[in-house]
């Protein structure tokens, strides 16, 4: 994207490039969260949603907004994308009450899914004031007030605008705009999304004001997951390995490998030992792979840093032999990195 350049412009570009990101569904999938409403139009953005200097989707002035902008921030334009509450009075939105139960979703969403939001900041203004931006964290109540603009995304200088960067955050953005607007977790999307191999870039350290705990969970995940990625393309090929891999039932798995005969769905947990990564990734991984019926991958590993016991290897031989399940344990080493084998 050329440093010159119109919100217009990139509204358009990002419409047009939207076929196979799963934003390029909004309008149907807004259909879908709203029980059979005709959907208000058949792009992301169009006319009516654009201005000089900012853009939201259609249908967006009384949702969790997907917006890109221009602003200033330091002395110099920045290019913004993600994810907003604007909570200004207009004809389309008189009050902003019918945000409130919105923010709570929002907000729980957040706290139970940090890991989500690496690379991700949030920001406020109000006013024309900017106020520092920090990470993403739930909105406090001081904030829930007319005027105020909130926003979860990325900015960059205009000459380092990428379209299928923004609908890449687009997309990830999708399942917190799905539980904030309608509390569901996971409803299905209409078509299975692609697959593309890559890896993200990935946040790995912070000087967020966000519990130290949560913050360390989330950071050392996203460390091991970009491990992963190393390893698996070594054992794979780069062109099969697919990290942070969307589902069309909503959400994404740690890790997808295209074999020859099939899928491997791989989901990382930081925890203190294996049954609590397995308590905590198995059922993930089930529902990931056969929920509501589809067959996506038919070998699901579970990656922790522990090594496994003899009660914990007899555990997972019992899921594969008297329930058919075909789940597996890789031990993840940061400091030799290397992965173990299947167990």
Not at 64 to 71: E, I, P
Request: proline fraction near 6%; charged fraction near 20%; include cysteine.
């Amino acid at each position: 994207m050329k440093e010159q350049f119109s919100i217009s412009q990139l509204a358009e570009a990002l419409n047009q490039e939207a076929t196979g990101f799963q934003i390029g569904n909004l309008q149907q999938l807004r259909m879908q969260l709203h029980r059979g409403e005709r959907p208000a139009a058949k792009s992301i953005f169009d006319r009516r949603t654009i201005q000089d200097h900012y853009a939201f989707h259609v249908g967006g002035r009384t949702e969790l907004q997907f917006n890109v902008a221009t602003f200033e921030r330091e002395g110099a334009t920045v290019v913004r994308d993600g994810v907003a509450f604007a909570l200004e009075p207009s004809q389309t939105l008189p009050t902003i009450e019918p945000l409130l139960p919105k923010i709570e979703r929002f907000n729980d969403y957040v706290r139970s899914n940090p890991e989500d939001f690496y690379g991700f900041r949030m920001w406020h203004h109000t006013d024309g004031r900017l106020y520092p931006d920090h990470a993403v964290i739930p909105i406090d109540d001081e904030l829930i007030v007319e005027g105020n603009f909130i926003m979860v995304g990325r900015w960059v200088p205009p000459s380092q605008v990428s379209i299928q960067q923004f609908l890449s955050d687009f997309d990830r953005l999708l399942p917190l705009y799905i539980y904030t607007e309608s509390g569901q977790a996971r409803p299905q999307l209409l078509s299975p999304p692609p697959f593309r191999a890559g890896c993200p870039e990935f946040v790995t350290r912070t000087t967020a004001s966000t519990p130290a705990r949560t913050v360390d969970v989330a950071l050392r995940h996203k460390a091991l997951q970009g491990l992963l990625y190393t390893i698996l393309s070594i054992e794979a090929g780069a062109d099969n390995v697919a990290i942070e891999h969307p589902l069309e039932l909503g959400g994404s798995v740690d890790a997808a490998v295209r074999r020859t005969n099939g899928f491997s769905f791989y989901e990382l947990k930081v925890a203190p030992n294996v049954q609590s990564c397995m308590r905590s990734a198995s059922g993930q991984l089930l529902e990931y792979a056969y929920w509501p019926s589809a067959a996506r991958a038919d070998e699901l590993i579970v990656v922790g840093e522990h090594a496994p016991d003899a009660e914990e290897r007899s555990y997972l031989e019992l899921l594969r032999k008297r329930f058919g399940l075909p789940i597996f344990y890789r031990q993840i080493n940061m400091e030799t990195g290397r992965l173990g084998t299947k167990t």
